[in-house]
């Protein structure tokens, strides 16, 4: 109950924190906003824990062939506040991705089931480095908070059904560079950015990439398809969460 609570108070703050910047740049001139909702239809392949002294599980879900089948619920949001060199980002990902394999643990059980939840809040400042006309490039420093909930359903064999449930939470520093061209003089850009983190103050480290193609519909809206790759291993006590996420995302974009 206490990792729920300290969970949602932590997305509390960022919208407070958000919105707080909003309310205080309404009388201010030149303030620039974007909200960016998107879908991340991403597998998973890496290893989790489960019963203290076993082998932890094996998570291989490709998203190119089982993440249909897999994937319970995913929702993302990206909202930025910017004047002049500075601005404020925030990026908020939930996935629910459920699966079943054969253990590797012989006939001891016949298959392992696992779901994982997660979320994944990044709060950062932005800074300006460079800026020509139709392109940018801003660093990012900032925080990344993680919950990550596990259930493992050992399926019976020569032993009976087990269940195994962990559930932790942490928190990253994070730096990092994200930037946007336009394409010639067309309406297409590629956009895109490279974060890492951890460092052993939470995670041992993660690392976060993604590239998009996008096309400016109007000046205030736009429409992204792109490639993103997360990598994170995070070792506490009996918990382990060493995980490779990646797939196609799809984004809507709107600067006010």
Known sequence: M?????RFSLLLLCGLLFY??????????????????????SGQNGTTSTLPGLPPADVDIDFYDDIWGNINLAGM?????????????????????????PTPYGVLYS??????????????????LAEQQNRFLDAIAGVRYWSVDTDLTLKAGLLPERNISNSEDWLDPLIGLKGMSVIGNSKFFISGGIGIG???????????ALINLGYQWTKGFSTTLGYRYLDVDYEKDDFLYDVVQDGITLGLSWRF
Not at 2 to 6: P, T
Not at 27 to 40: G, T
Not at 198 to 208: C, I, K, L, T, V
């Open 198 to 208: 951890g460092f052993g103050a939470g995670s041992d480290f993660f690392g976060d």
């Open 20 to 41: 707080q910047t909003l309310a205080f740049s309404a009388s201010a001139d030149q303030w620039e906003f974007q909200l960016a909702p998107y879908v991340w239809l």
């Open 2 to 6: 206490a990792h729920h609570i300290y």
């Open 111 to 128: 298959a392992v089931d696992s779901q994982t939840k997660s979320w994944m809040v990044s709060i950062a400042g932005l800074y300006r």
């Open 77 to 101: 949001l990206v909202a930025e506040a910017r004047k002049g060199r500075f601005g404020l980002f925030t990026d908020i990902v939930y996935t629910d991705i459920e699966m079943e394999d």
